[in-house]
């Protein structure tokens, strides 16, 4: 069973991007064209002055990184992105340690899907899914967790710098922990051995990363950048070094944010604020801010000149690394791409970025978020269709999912709100009387009738906790239902890992979620996993 929400019916998203998604006319300056199958036309037109020589650069490291693993469907892929015809779809994420949360898959599958059916709108260019580690984030703590079974499972290190260059430190033992949850059966071995030929302890994470998620979309043809490359920075080196000099990321982002504020909200706040140097400076095990004073750029173990920055940037780009605000740039300058799909808060911070784009003279993707998706197992289907509970409900706070369908189920009506509305009448009539006779009364009405209203307010309180202690078999059915939508108090999406479903229903699990997930619905899907 499939179902879909419209997308305003949700909680998913902040204000700013659902006005984006519903073609805010404020916001239509800050992009070039909204998500939609027909402008695809457009941006063919726009990129199709990517050129030849960075073509053969992408294809090159593309088969250098490939190198220990020949599969057809991605060499036939690489080997396209030669050709002037032929352009990405690109998603990304952070190395998270056996995917993360169950939305990583979410961002694959929904590239994977548009560039089939971009395939069918424009046969004679050639649309490739393309995957972006992004190696070379330092933050491992947001990613060392992973959340399965009901348990919180986290992998310790004392390594430190860019994630992708991190050693599996004996993640063998972190692995044996994991597996000693798995059950003992044909699936439970079949994902063990996915896993334990990605994650070996001499592997890197970005290494790792790509063997598991090229083992799990491989097939479908999904080429898996790493952009911690010497050969694709050293086309970016540019752009960096107009960063270090001139500092336009800031300058561009501050006056979109100030636009922004003014044509569309003034309290607007920007998802990411820009530093003067979006640029990060890699050794083996750190990755550190560069900061400019002066003439000097300050690392934090010695000072240099500019020209000893531009030197090094000449002879080993790959020891800078684009932050958050910069990294757009880079995949945007060194792919044939046309669209980028995130999540919500990316959306937030892409939109700060096209007058930067437009600076630089590098076309501006078309963007929007990635598929959301609930999965429902049988057993929870079941009791919300016992309980009659509409899937716009599912987006509702814990105690609010709960009150609202335990006073669905009650034998009694224990919405005392009429009882508030024969009230307002009765004290509109006694201000009427308060009014001819002695204003200075209304005061003490006023507090007389919020006074009752309180009342009225502890005593429904009381009345629907005690029908839920009469009504603790349903309640105890609205907590499990609310569970599984929301493990843990966050959205199944953004918590979940997709090993929990897969040891379940196996390859079916993949392959439901590629028959339904499209995002030129643009609708929230609920689905029914069988």
């Not at 000097?296 to 920055?309: G, H």
Request: proline residues 3%; glycine residues 2%; aromatic residues 12%.
């Amino acid at each position: 069973m499939k179902k879909n929400i419209d997308l305003n019916k949700t909680r998913i998203y902040s204000d700013f991007v659902f006005d984006f998604l519903n073609g805010n006319k404020a916001l239509k300056k800050f992009y070039n064209s909204s998500f939609d199958v027909k402008n695809f036309k457009k941006q063919l037109e726009m990129k199709k002055s990517f050129s030849s020589s960075k073509r053969n650069v992408l294809v090159k490291e593309l088969l250098s990184q490939y190198s220990d693993i020949k599969d057809k469907k991605v060499l036939e892929n690489i080997n396209l992105l030669s050709k002037e015809s032929t352009f990405t779809i690109t998603t990304g994420h952070q190395l998270s340690i056996l995917t993360g949360p169950i939305f990583f898959i979410y961002k694959i599958i929904s590239v994977i899907n548009m560039c089939v059916k971009l395939k069918r709108e424009y046969p004679k260019n050639n649309f490739i899914p393309v995957f972006w580690l992004a190696s070379e984030d330092h933050d491992f703590e947001e990613i060392s967790e992973v959340y399965f079974r009901d348990k919180k499972i986290n992998y310790l290190t004392k390594l430190n710098g860019s994630v992708g260059r991190m050693k599996l430190d004996e993640f063998s033992v972190f692995l044996d922990q994991i597996f000693s949850f798995f059950p003992t059966n044909h699936l439970a071995n079949k994902i063990k051995k996915i896993i334990t030929f990605a994650y070996k302890d001499e592997f890197t994470f970005a290494k790792a990363t790509r063997n598991l998620v090229h083992q799990l979309f491989g097939d479908k043809g999904l080429i898996i950048i790493d952009p911690d490359s010497h050969k694709l920075k050293k086309v970016f080196a540019s752009y960096m070094e107009d960063e270090l000099i001139n500092n336009t990321c800031q300058e561009f982002v501050n006056k979109t944010v100030k636009s922004i504020k003014e044509v569309y909200s003034e309290k607007y706040i920007p998802q990411v604020n820009p530093r003067e140097i979006n640029l990060f400076h890699l050794n083996v095990n750190s990755r550190q801010r560069i900061i400019r004073k002066g003439l000097k750029y300050i690392l934090s173990d010695k000072n240099v000149s500019q020209q000893e920055m531009l030197n090094e940037l000449d002879k080993r780009p790959e020891n800078f690394s684009p932050n958050v605000l910069m990294r757009p740039l880079y995949q945007e300058v060194i792919l044939p791409n046309l669209c980028y799909i995130g999540g919500p808060s990316e959306m937030a911070y892409w939109l700060q970025l096209k007058s930067f784009f437009d600076y630089h003279g590098v076309v501006f993707p078309i963007i929007n978020p990635r598929a959301s998706v609930l999965l429902l197992t049988q057993k929870t289907r079941r009791k919300i269709n016992k309980y009659l509970i509409n899937e716009n409900e599912i987006f509702l706070k814990k105690n609010e999912f709960i009150n609202l369908n335990i006073k669905k189920h009650s034998e009694i009506d224990i919405n005392l709100n009429h009882l508030k509305d024969a009230l307002k009448k009765q004290f509109k009539v006694l201000d009427g009387i308060v009014k001819i006779t002695d204003p200075s009364f209304l005061g003490a009405v006023n507090a007389q009738m919020k006074k009752q209203f309180n009342g009225i307010d502890k005593l429904e309180k009381r009345l629907l906790k005690a029908q839920k202690r009469k009504m603790s078999s349903i309640e105890n059915d609205l907590i499990y239902i609310f569970k599984e939508i929301n493990p843990d108090n966050i959205f199944q999406e953004r918590k979940i890992n997709f090993i929990d479903f897969y040891l379940l229903y196996g390859d079916t699990f993949f392959e439901n979620l590629f028959s339904n997930i499209d995002l030129f619905e643009k609708k929230f899907l609920v689905l029914d996993i069988k």
